[in-house]
Structures are given as C-alpha cells and as structure tokens.
C-alpha cells in the first residue's frame, strides 16, 4: 500500500493483519508491521496507541522520546516503544528500519519489566540474528494463512534476547556473583543481608536494588527459592524426614518449612512427596 507519511521512501512497504480472538487472549500478536526506508523528515508523534512497538535499525538512526526521556538507536540495535505513553520518534537522516506493532495478554508486564531493565534501545553483539527474526514475523503476518503460533513464538524469541541481553548478564556477574555463590555453598547456614553485602561490597540497600533488577525479586527471596528447590531434590529423592530435609536445607524449624513451601507451592512437603513425577 502507498505510505503517506511524510519522510517514507517509495520502496516502503506496510501492511495489516486481523489477529483471531484466541491470538489476542493467549498469544502475542502483530496487527501492524512493515519495512520503511526513511529520510530525514520521518517523525511520528502520538499521545497514545494501544499497541507496543518493536524495530530494528538496519541501518541510519533513530532517535526515540518517550516521557521526556530520550535515547538514539543505530545500525543492528533493537528499539521498543510502549506505545500507551505519549511517544515520538524521528530519522536523523537515511534510515531503513523493520517494525511490528504487537500485543497480547502478558505484553504489559514483560513490556514494563524489559524497559525498567534495559531502557528503550538494545544492543547485542550478535543482534543482527534478530534480523530474520523479525523478517520471518512480517512474512507470516503478510501471508494469507500465516500461523499466529508462529509469530507469537517468533515475538517471544525477540522478547526473551533483549532480556537476556550479555550486557546483562555480565553486569550481574559482576555485582552479585559473590553472594550467589555464598548461597549456593552456604544455604544451609545462617545467611543475612549483611554477609551477602559485604561479599560483594556494596551496601544491602543497593543489593537489594541489584537483586530486583538482575533477578526479579529480593536477595531473601532469591534465598527462599534456592533452598526450596533443594529441599524437592530431598523429599524424592532421599529417606530423610521433613525435619530433616528442613535442618539440611537451612529451615528454622520443620513449621517453618513447612509454612515456606505450602506458600510456595500451594501444598505441604508431605504432599509433595506423595506426588508421582
């Protein structure tokens, strides 16, 4: 279709999809998608869209403002937009770009956890994969009896890359591997907020940063989690009672782990262990 937006070269294509009602309640979806070739004088603004957006700079720049903060995206990085805040973003000169608007019923909480991490642009040594991905989620969406499972697992793959980003990954190595390894050596021991601290010299206020920005919840639940998980291992795979299992995994009492894992997982370590696997 002929783009009418100011800045769009002709060899620009745009297309639209209509998404089944169970691709918009169970998958991710892209209702909108194209591949732009721009010049400077490209720039949208919107007060809102429902809709998230996701690129890929080919090559050119892209500069991106959302809530007054501002970011420039280049060759082979990804841009993500959540489209509900006002939003522009413009060409500083030749740009070409692939893009898809998408949804679906877990988009507003991954949205908001990989922008809270990473901010809007990502950047990926080996990111110029994501090029085919992105190529093969427009070529199913342009297809007639494109296959909506597809496209959601192709959206996902981008999705699951940004947030495993290596720039991530090593800048949790960095800060918290000390305390990750003192829990897995230790977690049958008294562990507190200030040993972990100074292990990796930081203060248990940043630490506690840290933890909710590289693992999504707190040193002591992260603690919680790593010692539960040991605790499964034992009540299937060992004789050992669950006063035990609660002594060797690090619990106060056997009442005590017994409470953490029925909060865990809804049922008491006896039950679990009764479970066939």
């Given at each position: ?5 100011k800045?769009v ?8 999809s ?15 998608f194209?591949?732009?070739y721009?010049k400077?004088?490209y ?12 690129m890929?700079?080919?090559?050119g720049?892209?500069?991106i403002?959302?809530n ?11 841009v993500?937009?959540?489209?509900y805040?006002?939003?522009?973003y413009?060409?500083n ?20 956890y990989?922008?809270?991490q990473n ?20 070529s ?5 009896v494109?296959n ?7 959206v ?5 890359r ?12 960095d800060l918290?591997?000390?305390?990750l ?6 977690y049958?021991?008294?562990?507190s907020?200030?040993d ?10 940043h ?22 998980k040991?605790?499964k291992?034992m009540?299937?795979g060992?004789?050992?009672t ?32 009764r479970?066939?696997?």
């Amino acid at each position: 279709m002929k783009i009418v937006d100011k800045g769009v070269l002709d060899a620009s294509f745009m297309d639209f999809s209509t998404p089944s009602e169970f691709a918009r309640s169970a998958l991710y979806y892209c209702p909108q998608f194209g591949h732009f070739y721009c010049k400077q004088g490209y720039d949208i603004q919107r007060e809102y869209l429902e809709l998230y957006l996701l690129m890929y700079i080919c090559s050119g720049t892209m500069t991106i403002e959302v809530n007054g903060k501002s970011v420039t995206a280049g060759s082979n990085q990804i841009v993500l937009i959540d489209c509900y805040q006002k939003h522009r973003y413009y060409c500083n000169g030749d740009t070409e770009f692939l893009w898809f608007h998408f949804n679906g019923s877990s988009c507003a909480s991954y949205v908001k956890y990989l922008i809270n991490q990473n901010g809007m642009v990502y950047v990926g040594e080996d990111f110029w994969r994501l090029k085919q991905v992105f190529l093969r989620i427009i070529s199913e969406a342009q297809s007639n009896v494109g296959n909506e499972h597809r496209i959601s697992l192709y959206v996902n793959q981008i999705l699951c890359r940004m947030a495993d980003s290596k720039q991530q990954v090593s800048a949790m190595n960095d800060l918290l591997l000390p305390a990750l390894e003192h829990i897995r050596t230790k977690y049958t021991h008294p562990i507190s907020l200030d040993d972990l601290a100074d292990l990796c010299s930081i203060s248990k206020p940043h630490l506690i940063r840290c933890f909710k920005k590289y693992l999504n919840c707190t040193p002591h639940e992260y603690l919680l989690s790593y010692r539960l998980k040991q605790s499964k291992q034992m009540l299937i795979g060992s004789q050992n009672t669950v006063e035990q299992i609660a002594e060797l995994c690090g619990f106060n009492s056997a009442s005590h782990f017994t409470r953490a894992f029925r909060g865990a997982t809804g049922i008491t370590p006896s039950e679990f262990r009764r479970l066939q696997f």
